[in-house]
């Protein structure tokens, strides 16, 4: 069966430190990935998605990047974190098939101080 | 436009009592996915409608699909406290997928 890694699960970091969440999946290959963030327990933000190696789509400018090394590793990085960067930052990956739901890790909540 | 509306943000039901929401688009969906996120968790899929006029159902959660695919409702039968949580409607366009603002369930026992 297929799962979803995400670490770590809670974050603390100070304003203008670097950031590096990843996330992997295990028994699925060539999945779409997902990055989402989660302001104050509200709406979901797509920030990135990718749909195979090396290929990424910022879906919003902002103070992150994200990157895919290998097939089933995703990651969301920043070099200089913002108090506004504090949020629930969930991945999520699903099946490349157009209708197919996401499926989420357990997310990692970021505060940045 | 490619936005999906979920209106309001908050509802609180004494339990035993139905609970219906709401999702509406401005234009025409291919299909529409409904999510729960519980306190603290993750989003989980529970549901995805396709055709028009859909109607599916999971115990007591029905979802329907509009006949015009501009809207989708979920209905739940008899609220329990088990049925906290946040609920999305989610549109998928090609490998996107765009949520609305979701609608928090509050059940008071």
């Known amino acids: 069966s297929q799962t979803i890694h995400q670490w770590p699960a809670t974050l603390v970091q100070p304003v203008g430190s670097p950031l590096s969440l990843e996330c992997t999946v295990e028994g699925t290959s060539n999945p779409n990935l997902y990055w989402y963030r989660q302001a104050a327990g509200r709406g979901l933000q797509l920030l990135f998605y990718s749909v195979g190696i090396g290929q990424i789509s910022s879906e919003v400018p902002q103070n992150l990047s994200a990157s895919r090394p290998q097939d089933r590793q995703f990651i969301l990085s920043s070099k200089k974190l913002l108090l506004s960067d504090s949020g629930f930052y969930l991945c999520a990956w699903s099946v490349q098939q157009s209708n197919s739901p996401l499926h989420f890790g357990n997310g990692t909540r970021l505060t940045v101080t | 436009g490619q936005q999906v509306m979920q209106i309001p943000q908050y509802q609180h039901v004494q339990e035993g009592e139905d609970f219906t929401t709401y999702c509406n688009s401005s234009t025409t969906l291919s299909n529409i996915q409904w999510y729960k996120q519980r306190p603290g968790g993750h989003p989980v899929f529970l549901i995805q409608l396709v055709k028009s006029g859909e109607v599916k159902k999971q115990k007591r959660l029905t979802f329907q699909f509009g006949e015009a695919k501009k809207n989708s409702s979920l209905h739940i039968t008899a609220t329990q406290t088990t049925d906290v949580g946040t609920y999305f409607c989610?549109?998928?366009?090609?490998?996107?997928?765009?949520f609305g603002k979701g609608i928090t369930l509050s059940v008071r026992p």
């Open positions: 989610a549109r998928r366009a090609n490998s996107k997928l765009t």
